[in-house]
């Protein structure tokens, strides 16, 4: 079975740091990828996504992760994180290949926080 | 133009009297799921219908059943809740399609409180 590992739980940082935060699957077949925010109160909200193609991927507001094949790895960044950032971040697999597999497996969350 | 919309937001209810979450879609997706997310805790997927094909996940309690009368409606039956079972509940779709799916759009959930 596949498994989603966020190894980064809490992160604070101040505004205009730099973010990257951590995820890594265990499926070594074809694989979507994904990257969902949960702003406090509100619904999870896709980032970005990876399908195929250029294994850097730019989502909205100024995110951005890569795709490493080699490290089954999908790491989000950001050059400069704004207070407005504050949210809970989930990376999401899903095992592509064929009808009757549309499972979503989540990653258990990481929470930024960043301060003024 | 809320486009998977989960009533009720918050729904309390009593140790062991049934309840029902409904969910209801506008994007025509052929896939529903529903996921149970415990504080600090990632979405844990329930099930998941593929147009009318239900999907049970392996560790889901009987406790938890669904239904999808067609493609813009799917409930959750939870029969008997516990105290165990307050959590958000998520309804989510998708288009599933050979090789894949596309993105999920999630409802803003169903806070579920058992007293």
């Known amino acids: 079975a596949q498994s989603v590992s966020q190894h980064n739980h809490h992160v604070i940082l101040s505004e205009a740091a730099s973010l990257e935060l951590g995820c890594n699957y265990s499926?070594?077949?074809?694989?979507?990828l994904f990257w969902y925010v949960q702003y406090p109160g509100q619904h999870l909200q896709l980032l970005l996504k990876y399908f195929s193609g250029d294994p850097l991927v730019k989502g909205i507001k100024g995110f951005e992760a890569e795709f490493i094949k080699s490290k089954f790895s999908f790491n989000l960044r950001k050059p400069s994180v704004q207070w407005s950032d504050t949210a809970e971040y989930f990376c999401a697999v899903h095992q592509g290949g064929y009808f009757g597999n549309e499972k979503l497996t989540f990653g258990t969350g990481t929470r930024l926080t960043i301060i003024p | 133009d809320a486009m998977v919309i989960q009533n009720p937001r918050y729904q309390v209810t009593q140790f062991g009297k049934p309840v029902t979450l409904s969910c209801s879609q506008t994007l025509n997706h052929n896939v529903m799921y529903w996921y149970q997310q415990k504080s600090s805790q990632a979405p844990k997927l329930l099930f998941h219908y593929y147009d009318k094909d239900f999907n049970n996940e392996a560790d889901t309690p009987d406790n938890f059943q669904s239904r999808r009368p067609n493609t813009s409606f799917c409930f959750l039956d939870i029969r008997s809740p516990g105290l165990g079972d307050a959590a958000m509940y998520l309804c989510?779709?998708?288009?599933?399609?050979?090789?894949?799916?596309?993105?999920?759009?999630f409802g803003q959930g169903t806070r579920l409180t058992v007293v």
């Open positions: 499926y070594g077949g074809t694989v979507n």
């Open positions: 989510a779709t998708s288009r599933g399609t050979l090789g894949g799916l596309t993105e999920a759009f």
